[in-house]
């Protein structure tokens, strides 16, 4: 299929007032396929958004571009300045939605009027009775209530909320869209009717591949074809979807998978699974495996050198052991924890 981004050696780094350097982006490569959701999994604190930013070339102080390249269509955008970005890439080529973006609707205007926001930007000379009906009609293929676009944001549910900010997103038909945490705010069953909706874009070809960013490895079942998993900043392993949820080899993501669940911190009901520990501190040099501190199969190779990502078939991964050791040592996890 054809690859329509190409991500190589990407790296962002967030410089504070105190002249500290936070590399939050981390030598990050990925192609994305036409007609593929890449899922992109991680704890809090992973680079996960930043990586979405990074991406979508939106660096803004502190944020600030390091190295390598991110191409779409033979153009590198990540060296493309912003008013280009904005003319050429940003809606058309490619769709962002922020974290948390249901929440930053502007609460004084109709949704129909955000959606022409959205079109008269990119849709020169566009009238407003044309915006209406192309909106009247994506939101009927896509089984959005019509009248959805004559309301105000605060009088939406937060799954309809979420619908419609995907809706809006996507209403130029981007070929890729970038959505960070779409589902994280939502109960179980908008979670559900969200994903669908990702899906049917892409089925009905509104856009031709996606990204989805969640904290929640085990979601990506539903519409990741492939995943990253990521980690202070760096991809610990990637490939098919299947393999990484069924088969993780990472003790990260094998972690993410297989950790002890406990009930989430004052969300009623929601489980979270957790890995004992805490990230490293991006701002101290790393040497060897970010992992080294939390990893119960750690040894003293694990922490000399950077580890560099492993090829194994369709898989990478970035861990001293090989995939044998590591299966090995999972069996015997397993076996002592039943006897
Ligand atoms: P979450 O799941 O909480 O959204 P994330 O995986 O999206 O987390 P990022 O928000 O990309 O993580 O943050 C990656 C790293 O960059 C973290 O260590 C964070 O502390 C740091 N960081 C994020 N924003 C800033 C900022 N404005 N200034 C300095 N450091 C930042
Ligand atoms: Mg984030």
Redesign the pocket.
Known sequence: AEILLQVKNLKSV?K?RFNER?I?VDDVSFDLESGKCLGIA??????????AMSIMGYYHP??FYESGAVYIGGIDIAKLPYNQLRERILGKEMAYIP?AAMNALNPTQKIINLVADVMKEHVKGISFNDVKKIAEERFETLNLPKDVLQRYPIELSGGMKQRTVIAISTILNPKILVAD?PTSALDVTSQKIVIKLLKDLIKKGFIKAMIFIT?ELPLLYNIADEIMV?YA?EIVESGKAEEIIFDPIHPYSYGLMNSIIVPEKGVKGKKLAVIPGAPPN?KSKLNGCRFFERCQFAKDECKGEKISLKNHGERNYRCAFEIDELKEMYEDGKKSATT
């Open positions: 967030y504070t936070i939050a991680g704890e809090s604190g992973s680079g996960k958004s930043t990586l502190p944020l974290q945490e904290h990521m900043g991006l």
